[in-house]
Structure formats: C-alpha cells, structure tokens
C-alpha cells in the first residue's frame, strides 16, 4: 500500500481513555457539527458568503477546514471547503455590482462596491493594499490545506502550478521576478504583474493608514524617509504636494523588493510538493539565499527593502529600513513571518539546517540589545527608525518555537528557557490563544509540557479550542437574521473551525505561521480501516487522510532523533487501523518503532501501520532522521506520483 516496506503494531494495552483523548475526540466531533451549521447560517447555496470584505477575509472565512479534514475531519467539512473556495473565487472574479462591502476601518460610515478583485483565479491590482504577502499569505493558506486533504483534485494541481508561475516568470503576464538580480519587482504584485504607479489614495494607504479622507486608522506601513523625515498629515490637499508625495512613494517603495516577500516560498513550495519539479524548488533556494546575500551585506541584519538591482536601501540612500511592513513601522513581528516561512520552505526542500541562520540570526540581534524591566521583564527592540533601536516588549514565542522545532537544536531550545526566565507578565502554563491570529504566547505553554513542567497542557489546550468552538455553534444557532439583513449588517460569520491545539496535539508542531505558512507536524496519519469509516471517502481509495473516527493521537515526546506518540481507540466493540507517517510531507524516515513492552522494529521508512483492537491503546517511540526525503502532497499508496486525472 505505502511505498516502502510498512511494518504493523498492534496495541494490546486494555485500559480506560485518558482525558486528553476524550476531550480531542469531543473537540473533533463538535467541530464537524459546527461547520455546516455556518455554512446553512453565513452561506448560499453557491457557496458564495453573505459578508464582503477584502479577498484575503473572504478566504479566510474557511481557514483551517481542510487541515482538519487532513487531520480526521469528516468528509463533508472538506466538500464544504473545497465548495466554499472555489464560489469566493468565482464571486471574487466578477463585478457583484448589487453588492456593498463596509471599509474595513471605517464601519457606519462608508460603503464602497465590492470589486473584481481576481484574474486567473489569483489576486490582481483592484485593491493593490491587498495584494502583498501579508493578505495574500492569510488567504492562501486555505488553498495550501487543499493539497494536504486531497492532492488529486487537477483543478488544484493546475492552479498551483499556474500561481506559482506568477512568481518564477513563466507567465508573460505577470513580470513579477527579476532572475537577475535576483528580486520580486515590486512589494505589490499579482497575476497581472507588478505595482509600479500609485495614486494619492493608494499611496495614502501605505503612508498613514488608510483611503482619503480616512487615512491614519490603520497605522504606518512604509515610510519617504530620508527624503521626507516627517510627512505632513494634509500632503494630499495640495496638489503640487501630493504628486511630489506619489512620485517619491512609487519611487521608493513600489520599485524593488521587500523582505516580507519572502513569503511568496511558500506558494513556490506548494506546487513542488504537488509536482516535484526541480524549477519550483530551485526558485525557493535562489531566492532565499539572495536574501541571505543581502543581509550579510548589512551587516547582519536583514533589510527591509532592495532596489531595483537587489542592494539594500538602493532607493534611500543606502537606507535599509523603512520600506513596507519594515523594520520602521511594523517591525520584527511582521518581518518574522516571512522569514520563518522563507527559511521552513528551504530546509524542507534542501535538507540543510543552514538556512535557518537568517531566522536565528535576526532573534540574536535583537536578544544581544535586551533589556531587563523594572517588574523583571525582559524585553528587546521590535523597531528601528531614525532614532535607532525602538518599540521594546517582551519577544514573542511563536518564532522562538518555529525554530526550535525546525532544527531541535540545544542553541534554539536556549533561546525558549532565556525567554522563560525573563519572563514577568506572562504566564506560559495559561497561555489561551486569543484568536487564530496571535502571537503564538501559547506556544510557551507546548514548550513546557516536552519539558516536563506542563502536564495538563494536552487536555487543557484542547479544552481552549473546544470552548471556541461550542461558542461558534451557540452564535450561529442564535442567528435570526435573514439573507437580506446579513448582507445589510456585513459581519464576519463565527469561526467555527480551530486547528491550533489539534497541530500542536496530535501533529507535534507549532500552529502554522499564519500568514501562509505550511503545516510542520513532524507526523500525520492516514485512516485505513476497512470498516467503519463514517462517513466513506467519495473516492475509491484504499484510506484517507486523517485518525480515524474514535482514534486520538498526542505526541508526547520530541527530540531530535525521535518521536513519541500515544495513539488510542475509543471505540469498544471495533478495531481501527492507521497508517503513521513520518512528517507533514513524508520529509522524514522512521528508523525504528518501539512499543509498549520495549519490543523494537526496524522501520527505515516513512510509514509504520498501527491496529488498535477495541478501546485499545498503544505508546511508540519512532526514531527519526529528519528532513531526509524529497517532500510530497503523495499519499501513502500514491507511488511515486500523485495520480492527478487532468493535468
């Protein structure tokens, strides 16, 4: 069935679920309940949502339902996902003139028409604020999950060889890359190519926050300095003024590259994991290390925009800060999604730790300039600008925790027990995430528990996420207003899915970098029981991704040569069996299973089979090479490609 030899383990362990399990299945089973109920609320029969926003929100609405479909959500959440993708980007590809959307950031105010706001399925210049890596790696994380649940549907395998496209210069259309020099054009592009020209308003946007006369709602996201240091609020009014202003913003900000570009890896890497061409990859190493290039040239510290021939501050006088979402105006926390993701897309298409410098390079900057408070909190600069180093506050965790789990090394676990120490306001043992979107403070407390200092954190993660989605159900069943109102009102539907503590559970990694990061379990499992499978895959294949239904997994230990799991059958009267795979994407080997009773089988593969009798339970220790096999969306009985009907 797999593609190297699978050995089977068979549970003989009879005892009573641990909390933990019971609780997961709970939260799986509430969440495959909660999501067509959002669907029959917030929905049409199209598929199409009764809110309007911005593409990246409309996304974003069903972020996370083919992750749980990937993880052991039932089959109907990914038929909604699939559905609901597929109507935005239609909905999105079309003038809905009849439809009004709020701004964002202006609500009871004003109501602008919704726009076409996709050519070729993938975003394009209508709204240029949207179409950078910041919202388009929030929206394509959606499609990303796709691959993951189901890498045969060939309207997606073409869709991500088309979008990738966009990036590496196969489409004449959409000149975003520079091969020479080794840059993405412009901070703002599409798959209809670069922004270069901005308008006043537009240009208002980037500058102080918003659309004329709205501006300064949002808050800074570039900046003209050093030309103009301190940019009056009114440029705009005056003429003359303003197209100096726009001539000077598309001058140097809109001509060169962005260190947040560093997302678009993880729309390259996609469609290498569905096709395993060695363009795609190629195209991720040489832009990763370009910008590796960069900052060695800057001294170590990486800069926040290149110009047109790839040299840091090319635009602004050597200035490397102050470009968009830069080290002057958003900071580290933004540049840190991107290079995460940059350096995660490049070890798991190359292997080699090395990469991951440029991540850990830039959390030892800004650890070398810490500062203790006076309440004992330590605390580094998040920003630099014309006065230097700024804007200090406690370090977020999510990019420590990235890291540590990438390379498992004792120089990164340092770094989580330095922020432990100094830490003061904080309680990592009670970190409740407070939205899919955070700053990964939770993550402390998954840190802890591979620690031996949290041991309620499995049952008590899961519980957080449970909560959320009871209270998701309960809105929506209070939902009394009709199509017309909600369309009226213009309010995001309730989130109803969260894969956060399911990630960190039973997958054994921190939750995704959210604004398009891919998934990091260090394993994943694929249902092949032969009965009982509720409800049957649609396809006639022999598994399908996911525990299967009564089956709860933790990964319980994590090192740098292995992996604990526990696996249990809550289910008394029928067996289950599963396939355990080693990495997201079969990036690594198991050497060896250890089971209860210290019984020990040779693996040298990506797959161990595991029976569980009826309310059984087993615990394996998998040792692990890591990141040693080329990485692939292929499911286990694939082969050595995935069987797509239409390319």
């Not at 947040?260 to 190629?282: I, Q, S």
């Not at 830069?326 to 897309?345: D, E």
């Not at 300039?369 to 180093?389: F, S, Y």
Request: some cysteine; aromatic content about 10%; charged content about 25%.
């Amino acid at each position: 069935m797999t593609q190297d030899s699978t050995p089977t383990i068979t549970a003989s362990k009879i005892a009573a679920p641990p909390a933990w399990a019971l609780v997961q299945r709970r939260l799986i089973e509430t969440m495959n309940d909660a999501a067509p109920l959002v669907v029959e609320k917030y929905t049409e029969r199209g598929g199409a949502p009764y809110y309007a926003d911005d593409l990246d929100d409309l996304y974003e609405i069903f972020f996370g339902w083919g992750l749980f479909y990937a993880i052991g959500g039932s089959e109907s959440v990914l038929e909604m996902a699939l559905d609901k993708w597929n109507a935005v980007t239609r909905w999105a590809d079309s003038d809905v003139v009849s439809r009004k959307k709020h701004g964002m950031w202006y609500r009871g105010a004003h109501r602008e028409p919704f726009r076409q706001q996709i050519t070729k399925e993938y975003f394009n210049l209508t709204l240029p604020h949207g179409a950078e890596w910041h919202h388009m790696g929030e929206a394509n994380m959606t499609f990303y999950e796709m691959g993951l649940a189901d890498p045969t549907i060939s309207e997606n395998f073409r869709r991500a060889r088309r979008f990738a496209g966009f990036l590496i210069g196969e489409d004449p259309g959409a000149p975003n890359y520079d091969p020479v020099h080794r840059i993405i054009r412009s901070p703002i592009h599409s798959s209809v190519g670069p922004y270069f020209e901005a308008n006043a308003h537009e240009a208002a946007w980037w500058l102080q926050g918003g659309e004329i006369p709205f501006a300064r709602n949002y808050g800074l996201r570039t900046t003209l300095h050093p030309v103009i240091e301190d940019l009056e609020l009114d440029w705009y009014e005056d003429p003359d003024r303003a197209d100096e202003v726009v001539r000077l913003f598309n001058d140097m900000v809109l001509n060169g590259d962005i260190a947040n570009n560093l997302a678009a890896t993880g729309l390259v890497t996609n469609a290498f994991l569905y096709t395993g061409e060695e363009k795609y990859r190629n195209w991720v190493l040489d832009y990763v290390e370009a910008w590796i290039d960069r900052t060695k040239a800057n001294g170590g510290i990486i800069p926040d925009n290149v110009g047109p021939t790839g040299k840091p501050g090319e635009q602004r006088g050597g200035q490397w800060w102050g470009g968009i979402y830069g080290w002057s105006t958003r900071g580290f926390n933004n540049l840190a999604h991107s290079i995460t993701i940059g350096v995660q897309c490049a070890l798991l298409l190359s292997g080699d730790y090395g990469y991951l410098d440029l991540l850990r390079s830039q959390i030892n900057l800004l650890l070398d300039q810490a500062q203790t408070r006076e309440d004992g909190q330590l605390v580094v600069p998040l920003k630099h600008g014309p006065d230097g180093w700024s804007a200090y506050g406690p370090i977020r965790l999510k990019e420590l925790a990235h890291l540590y789990h990438l390379s498992m090394r004792e120089e990164d676990r340092k770094l989580l027990v330095r922020a432990q120490e100094g830490e003061a306001e904080r309680d990592w043992t009670n970190a409740k995430p407070h939205s899919e979107k955070n700053d990964g403070t939770f993550e402390g407390g998954r840190f802890l528990y591979y620690e031996g200092q949290n041991p309620e954190w499995p049952e008590t993660t899961l519980g957080w996420d449970l909560e959320a989605c009871v209270d998701a159900i309960a809105r929506s069943r209070a939902e009394t207003r009709d199509p017309e109102q909600l369309i009226i009102d213009n309010v995001h539907p309730p989130l109803s899915v969260f894969t956060k503590a399911l990630t960190q559970v039973a997958l054994g990694a921190p939750q995704s970098v959210y604004n398009g990061g891919l998934n990091q379990g260090v394993v994943r499992y694929f249902d092949v029981t032969s009965n009982d499978r509720n409800p049957a895959p649609l396809r006639s294949e022999p598994g399908r991704p996911g525990l299967p239904k009564d089956v709860a997994a933790l990964v319980d230990e994590l090192g740098a040569d292995r992996v604990g799991v526990q696996l249990v059958n809550l289910d008394r009267d029928r067996s289950k069996s599963l396939i355990v795979q080693a990495g997201m994407f079969a990036q690594h080997t198991f050497t060896s299973c250890e089971s209860d009773g210290g019984v020990v089988v040779e693996v040298n593969g990506r797959h161990v089979q595991v029976t569980l009798p009826p309310a059984s339970q087993v615990r394996v220790v998998l040792g692990l090479q890591r990141y040693v096999n080329t990485p692939t969306y292929a499911l286990p009985w694939h082969g050595d490609a995935i069987p797509v009907p239409f390319r």
